[in-house]
Nanobody, 123 residues
Framework: QVQLVESGGGLVQVGGSLRLSCAASGRTFYAMGWFRQAPGKDREFVAAISWGGGSTYYGDSVKGRFTISRDGAKNTVYLQMNSLKPEDTAVYYC??????????????????WGQGTQVTVSS
C-alpha cells in the first residue's frame, strides 16, 4: 500500500522558514512534488524532483525561496521554505508519480497524494 505522509507545517511569521517532509512507502517513484492550495484558489504547483537524477523544478512564485530535495535512504522528500510571505499560506500536499512524464508541474500527472499539511504565514 502506497503512503505519503507529510509533516512540518505550522505557523510562522513573515520572513521566517519552515521545512516540510514527505515520507513515502509502498513503492518507488519517478518523481515527487509539492503542490499547495489556498482557500478559494486552485491547487498550485510548487516544486518537484526526479527521484533518479535529482532534477528539480519550481513554480515561478517560489523560485529562489524554496528548495526541494530528497533522501533516498529515507525515501523522503523535503521542501525547505525560506523568506515566507503571507501569500504562501496554504495547505501543502505531497504527491508522487510512478511513470516517466513530461509536464511535471501538472497535478493530473500525479498518481498518489498525501493528506496535506497547513502552512500559515502571519504578518
Amino acid at each position: 500500500q502506497v503512503q505519503l505522509v507529510e509533516s512540518g507545517g505550522g505557523l510562522v511569521q513573515v520572513g521566517g522558514s519552515l521545512r516540510l517532509s514527505c515520507a513515502a512507502s509502498g513503492r518507488t517513484f519517478y518523481a515527487m512534488g509539492w503542490f499547495r492550495q489556498a482557500p478559494g484558489k486552485d491547487r498550485e504547483f510548487v516544486a518537484a524532483i526526479s527521484w533518479g537524477g535529482g532534477s528539480t523544478y519550481y513554480g515561478d512564485s517560489v523560485k529562489g525561496r524554496f528548495t526541494i530535495s530528497r533522501d533516498g535512504a529515507k525515501n523522503t522528500v523535503y521542501l525547505q521554505m525560506n523568506s515566507l510571505k503571507p501569500e504562501d499560506t496554504a495547505v501543502y500536499y505531497c504527491a508522487a508519480v510512478t511513470g516517466v512524464i513530461a509536464d511535471i508541474q501538472l497535478e493530473k500527472r500525479y498518481d498518489y497524494w498525501g493528506q496535506g499539511t497547513q502552512v500559515t504565514v502571519s504578518s
